[in-house]
């Protein structure tokens, strides 16, 4: 059981290259996420799929776009790289938490894909 | 809009010096929050939910405590491999975020032995 993976793990662009990052799952989990995360920003989240079938943008969608696979996959595509996409990507699945009413959705994260544009 | 706020952003503590991390937030409609601990160069790694004022996890070292405005992960007697950046999310009720996390910038942690 491999959990979340994420290839490649490091990748470096030059301004207006396009690559897409790609990331699959195995805990059969519903919904699966993008964040890219930077120095003193946080955790931000870019991209999500709560389905198969289904994608909605997030905080920061700008000059990404993703795709939803199947089930165990989520890509996430940059078109034209900026220098300003310059991020730690990770990508995320979740498990629904029954509560009820109050269900939430603890989410287990890959170990990443460090970006660096040129 | 929804802010999560973690408190100090760096710690160093000598091997066995108990302390405490804070995560306080202003949302609207807690469904959840949830603690981290990320090690350099890794994906966070999940470690509590807390869902209601008044709760509290354990895990080995970490207690996890929540209030109606903040949340708390007490460490006793640190090891230096609790060393780490722990970080603090919260999942709100609000239609169409259901499934969105909000984190906080993280507590560097630094254990010393």
């Known amino acids: 059981n491999a959990g979340v993976t994420q290839t490649p793990k490091f990748q470096v662009l030059k301004t207006g290259q396009s690559m897409t990052l790609q990331c699959a799952q195995d805990?059969?989990?519903?919904?699966m996420y993008w964040y890219r995360q930077d120095p003193g920003m946080g955790l931000r989240l870019i991209y999500y799929s709560a389905s198969e079938g289904t994608t909605d943008k997030g905080e920061v969608p700008n000059g990404y776009n993703v795709s939803r696979l199947n089930k165990r996959e989520f890509s996430l595509r940059l078109e034209s790289a900026a220098p300003s996409q310059t991020s730690v990507y990770f990508c995320?699945?979740?498990?629904?938490?029954?509560?009820?009413?109050?269900?939430?959705?603890?989410?287990?994260f890959g170990p990443g894909t460090r970006l660096t544009v040129t | 809009e929804d802010q999560v706020t973690q408190s100090p952003e760096a710690l160093r503590l000598q091997e066995g010096e108990s302390s405490s991390l804070n995560c306080s937030y202003t949302v609207s409609g807690l469904r959840g929050l949830f603690w981290y601990r990320q090690d350099p160069g890794k994906g966070p790694e999940f470690l509590f939910t807390?869902?209601?004022a008044g709760e509290e996890k354990e895990k080995e070292r970490l207690k996890a405590t929540l209030t109606k405005k903040e949340s708390f992960l007490h460490i006793t007697a640190p090891k230096p491999e609790d060393s780490a950046t722990y970080l603090c999310?919260?999942?709100?009720?609000?239609?169409?975020?259901?499934?969105?996390?909000?984190f906080g910038s993280g507590t560097q942690l630094t254990v010393l032995p």
């Open positions: 805990m059969n989990h519903n919904s």
């Open positions: 995320a699945s979740s498990v629904y938490g029954d509560r009820g009413t109050s269900g939430t959705y603890e989410q287990y």
């Open positions: 999310a919260v999942q709100v009720s609000s239609s169409g975020s259901a499934r969105q996390l909000t």
């Open positions: 807390l869902y209601s």
